[in-house]
């Protein structure tokens, strides 16, 4: 074959190419100057080139024979030709002749006496290849001398390293469990390893050892990449093969030399995990730990002079070093587990004194590396201490089922050793979980140390569940009131992270309150008569409260102190019983009786205590933070709080302060705070906010979301409040909450319906002209210079008309929440207030908007319209709802996806309420049978055309639901 035309190779037909047969020497030199001119000028045709090499029957072996004749150097043309070679083997190498498969074997071995690359990608890609050739040949017995064969060329040190390279490969697909594998896959690697037991692994052990030997001194990377091997190959052969006198000689001398350590620290837990009878693990784990390398080590780790040093020099080392003790501790407790499970002491077969014996002899082996365990879980560097948390996890779980005695009531009490070792532990996570000096709280992203912190809270948890009662003592007692107490009095004492730790630990504990409550039972005995329980519930939330630690200015702590308000407050349902005083609503307290919490144990939690939580949601802790964030978790915080103690006798003094949380909270009711433009037309995500006049001149924005919830907490105090009348109720509810809404509401349906006249040709109404064009102008000329043309200025307008339309709906539809079975909205005269308000709200879809922009209006109102379902009685919504229904979905518009999405859940709750009321029959049945028939074909008649199947699947199950229904 002339090599010559292969820069015409894309002009030749494969027939062509096949006939060609003999090869010369400067063709192949040609051969390589095309491949070189090729990569240098990388472009379609070049890869187009290496595509036809891959699919020709011949392009393989014109790889093969220019990788061979030692002239090519450029590794991308190298690395190109292996891929066309891997292509053949995985292709048509498995069912190609015996000769063609000799020759790419001959290749192998001609690439080994020719070696001459050094770069990881080209090795790693040839042991690829050499591995792929091993998969197909050696379970069939095609090729029963691989290792022999491979063996006998590894003479030099750059063969060595290629054949560990493969030994890895080989590995990987044959031994490594993490990668889920085909039942037939399973049977050829089950295949591999039979044959390599019984033909190459003592040859393979011995190679190895003479890797290390031949290379410790002259190429330390094979050195490394040897012992990495054995680590690897220790899990599935012989463990007498690696743990005998002469390898790990060798590698206990490797470990003190700071470049093998790692390797060597890696191949170690490898050794150790490596399954075998416990007793015989528990042994090769002491040996190991008398090892005089593996003591110095640990000494200058676990010594405190010591441990910056060993941080600084190799930190990597460290974090593997924790690592492999992890491994040992897991070990051991697994090797306990597995020999009490196999030798149970009941069975009169066995010698018990002898399985005693074993078993504290391995109980022994454990406990020793508490120390060892402590000084890692300690450590300065986050990432060594988390390497050994599973050990620590598994360690106090071993303790509670081994070291806890039990009573003759089934009662467990923790041994006094344990107890002190809880504390050691609860002390270290404490420490070690404090936020670092230079830790950056604007990083929105999880960082490392949150990772860490994470995992230690398991850890914690893990303690809770041990003994409950001494972690929760130590934390508050030595942690929580000490803080609670002093902050004020020795601020400069407190560093930030002194205080976040204290809350951190004090919400931790609320989350850890529901089990406590669950096993209060199981506790009683000592916990609860110690008194302790008093102290904690009553005490320390007292203390908490009235520390005012809220006004500490971090974020952080804010937000801490807001989730443990809420954590306590629902776990202590704080039934408070208030006290004798003249004046009822400044809430001044005189006296307080004590309340019932926890069955028979009464606490001195007073009214000023509540009053104190109110204050803090309603001062610059709360409502007035200069923090946004805050101010919207406070906003959610305050109205779970207040449903919360509607449910509490507490409820009925804290009415008192209804009146003064009213004037503090109106300056967020206000209807003018809400920003102006937006590009999110279903949520109004606001991009800006105009300032509103909030307490004392101080100046604050508001989120849509937070005026939501504080129409509803607004409107929750209003409603159920004992002290109020129903005239009383009433007024302040069409002052505070609803009036407004109709008012700003129509102001801005007008300037709405002058927008869209606007755009339409039309002329505004004469009333608002003046106003409209001066609205206008400005507009036009702010779009001006942002380059927008006045018609695009129109359409923005449009659309926060129509987002400012749906947030008054949904303030009104939020204000519907406040009423429940008790307090009604027709026992409070209230209902005219709401049909009054659909009936203004409906105008709005009359506007002539286009089809995304009703779609904003018609989706509040939907919710409206649900509200009212919900809390109007049925002699006062059904019969409004025909009308309701038809002016909502059936006039505006067509109906399409979304309103069907709208429509068919809101006909599914009418039906299901009103079904067997007889208002339905005479007011909802005539209007379903007109509508029936045209609905339900509309409705087919969408989802046919609609693209995406979840939305098709949702939309015909609710509307076969609502024709089962009706």
């Not at 061979?68 to 292509?87: G, K, T």
Request: a negative charge.
């Amino acid at each position: 074959m002339d090599l010559r035309l292969i820069s015409n190779y894309s002009l030749r037909s494969d027939a062509t190419l096949q006939k060609e047969v003999s090869i010369n020497d400067n063709d192949i030199a040609f051969e390589y100057n095309v491949f070189n001119t090729c990569l240098l000028c990388f472009d379609s045709q070049t890869i187009e080139y290496f595509e036809r090499l891959k699919s020709d029957e011949f392009g393989w072996k014109l790889c093969v024979d220019c990788l061979v004749s030692n002239q090519v150097v450029d590794e991308s043309a190298v690395f190109f030709c292996l891929q066309v070679i891997e292509n053949y083997i995985k292709t048509r190498y498995s069912s190609d002749s015996d000769e063609r498969r000799a020759v790419l074997r001959r290749f192998i071995f001609e690439w080994f006496n020719c070696n001459h690359f050094s770069s990881n990608y080209i090795l790693n890609k040839l042991a690829y290849i050499v591995n792929s050739v091993f998969l197909l040949d050696f379970p069939l017995q095609k090729w029963n001398t691989f290792f022999a064969d491979i063996l006998s060329v590894c003479q030099n040190q750059q063969n060595c390293d290629l054949f560990l390279r493969i030994l890895l490969q080989i590995n990987g697909d044959v031994a490594d469990r993490e990668i889920p594998r085909s039942a037939k896959e399973m049977e050829r690697n089950t295949i591999i390893k039979d044959l390599m037991r019984e033909t190459c692994l003592q040859e393979l052990a011995d190679f190895w050892l003479n890797v290390i030997n031949t290379y410790r001194d002259s190429s330390p990377t094979t050195v490394c990449l040897c012992v990495e091997v054995i680590g690897a190959y220790v899990a599935w052969i012989d463990i007498n093969l690696i743990t005998n006198d002469s390898i790990m000689t060798n590698l206990f001398n490797l470990f003190p030399i700071d470049t093998f350590r790692c390797s060597v620290t890696d191949c170690f837990n490898g050794i150790l995990h490596k399954g075998m009878d416990s007793l015989a693990k528990t042994q090769l784990i002491e040996q190991f730990m008398n090892v005089e390398s593996i003591k110095h080590k640990l000494l200058l780790i676990c010594d405190s002079t010591h441990a910056n040093e060993s941080q600084g020099n190799d930190s990597l080392f460290t974090v593997k070093f924790s690592k492999l003790m992890n491994t040992i501790g897991i070990e051991l407790i697994e090797a306990f587990k597995k020999f009490k499970t196999k030798n149970d002491l009941n069975n009169p077969q066995l010698d018990k004194s002898w399985n005693i014996q074993a078993l504290s002899y391995i109980s022994d082996a454990i406990e020793s590396k508490f120390t060892v365990l402590c000084q890692f879980l300690s450590h300065k560097n986050n990432l060594v201490s988390l390497q050994i948390h599973p050990f620590t996890r598994e360690y106090i779980q071993w303790a509670k089922n081994s070291l806890t005695k039990k009573e003759s009531n089934s009662t467990a009490v923790v041994d006094k050793t344990l107890e002190e070792k809880m504390l050691i532990f609860l002390r270290i996570i404490i420490e070690k979980c404090k936020y670092p000096m230079d830790h950056d709280f604007s990083l929105e992203e999880e960082t490392t140390f949150d990772e860490f912190r994470k995992s230690c809270k398991v850890l914690f948890d893990n303690l809770m569940l041990l003994n409950s009662s001494v972690v929760i003592q130590t934390i508050c007692s030595q942690l929580i009131e000490p803080l609670l107490m002093n902050w004020r009095m020795s601020a400069n004492s407190y560093s930030f992270a002194d205080i976040e730790i204290c809350l951190y630990y004090f919400y931790l504990i609320g989350e850890n309150l529901s089990f406590l409550n669950d096993t209060k039972h199981l506790l009683a005995p000592k916990f609860l008569l110690s008194g302790f329980y008093s102290s904690f519930q009553a005490l320390i939330f007292n203390k908490f409260v009235k520390s005012q630690i809220k006004s500490k200015a971090n974020d952080k702590q804010q937000n801490f102190t807001e989730d443990i308000l809420k954590r306590l407050q629902d776990f202590l349902k704080l039934d408070i019983i208030a006290t004798e005083t003249d004046d009822t609503t400044n809430a001044v307290l005189t006296k307080a009786k004590n309340v019932n919490i926890f069955d028979d144990i009464r606490y001195s939690i007073t009214i000023e205590d509540q009053l104190n939580i109110l204050i803090s949601f309603l001062d610059e802790r709360g409502f007035k933070n200069n923090s946004p964030k805050m101010r919207s978790k406070v906003a959610l915080m305050f109205n779970k709080f207040v449903k919360s103690q509607i449910k509490s006798k507490a409820n009925d003094k804290q009415q008192n302060f209804t009146e003064d949380i009213l004037k503090r909270l109106q300056d967020f009711l206000k209807l003018d705070i809400i920003a102006t433009e937006t590009d999110d037309t279903t949520n109004a995500v606001l991009t800006k906010a105009k300032n509103v006049n909030i307490f004392d001149d101080i100046r604050y924005s508001i989120t849509i979301e937070d005026q939501l919830n504080v129409y509803e907490t607004v409107s929750i105090l209003i409603i159920s409040n004992q002290h109020f009348d129903c005239n009383r109720k009433q007024f302040l509810m069409k002052t505070l909450l609803i009036n407004p809404i109709w008012d700003k509401f129509e102001d801005i349906c007008l300037k709405l319906s002058n927008e869209v006249n606007a755009e339409k040709g039309k002329v505004p109404n004469e009333s608002n002209q003046f106003e409209n064009n001066i609205c206008l102008k400005l507009s036009n000329e702010v779009n001006a210079e942002k380059g927008k043309v006045p018609n695009e200025s129109n359409q923005l307008l449009v659309k926060q008309y129509c987002n400012q339309v749906s947030h008054l709906i949904s303030l009104a539809a939020r204000t519907s929440k406040a009423f429940s079975n008790i307090h009604t909205i027709k026992s409070i005269g209230l209902q005219e207030l709401y049909i009054q308000s659909f009936n203004l709200f409906v105008k709005s879809l009359s506007l002539g908007l286009n089809e995304d922009m009703l779609f904003i209006i018609q989706s509040s109102t939907r919710q409206f319209l649900h509200r009212c379902v919900v809390c109007l009685d049925e002699s006062d919504i059904v019969p409004l709802l025909p009308s309701a229904i038809q002016s909502l979905f059936l006039l505006s518009q067509e109906l399409n996806t979304k309103t069907l999405q709208e429509l068919i859940p809101l006909l599914n709750q009418v039906v299901t309420k009103f079904k067997h009321s007889w208002l339905f029959q005479r007011d909802l049945t005539p209007f379903f049978k007109q509508i029936l028939s045209p609905l339900i074909l509309s409705c087919f008649s969408v989802i046919a055309q609609t693209v995406n199947n979840s939305i098709k699947w949702s939309l015909n199950s609710s509307t076969r639901g609502f024709s089962k229904e009706i």
